[in-house]
């Protein structure tokens, strides 16, 4: 674990950052720069970056969905930072932030690729349990297995 790790929320200063770590693991597929600019001013606290001395190491994503769901719609750590803790330590803030306030929040949901075993692994540990495979769920031939806490 890094000891200098700040989780915060993410600012408009952030998204160049945030941008280079979309396309070094998504390409073209990322999500499109102005979502995160947009994401900072429409949700703030549930737009979150880990860094290190001003260096964004990774990021999550959350959005209100329906009723009281509030979904994951990313969860990204730069390559060179994977496999320290810091994918969890990005979930665990956000569960511990929904738990902050019970009465707005009840679940947490994400859809992710069911081939995505490491992410998979995350969310298992960090008491996520499966819910749903569902064909087609990003598009055709993108089936997404949903997970729920
Ligand atoms: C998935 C991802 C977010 C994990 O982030 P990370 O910071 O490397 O994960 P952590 O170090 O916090 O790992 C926490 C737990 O996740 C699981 N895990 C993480 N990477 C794993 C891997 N490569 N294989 C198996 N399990 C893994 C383990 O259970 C781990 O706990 P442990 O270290 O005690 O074994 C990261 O690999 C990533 O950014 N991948 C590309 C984007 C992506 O797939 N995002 C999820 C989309 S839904």
Known sequence: M???LTIRQA?????PQLEALERETYALEGYPTALFYQAIAQWPEFT???????RVLGYLLAAP????ELWIMSLLIDTRARG???GALLV???IDHINQSPNQFKHLKLSVSPTN?????LYKKMGFSKQSLIDDFLGPGEP?????Y
């Open 48 to 54: 979150t970056v880990a860094t290190q001395t001003n």
């Open 2 to 4: 890094q000891t200098d």
């Open 92 to 94: 665990r803030h956000l």
């Open 117 to 121: 075993l490491a992410a998979i692994a």
């Open 144 to 148: 997404r297995l949903i997970m729920r």
């Open 65 to 68: 969905g329906t009723n009281d």
């Open 11 to 15: 600012r408009a200063a952030d998204v």
């Open 84 to 86: 320290q803790g810091i």
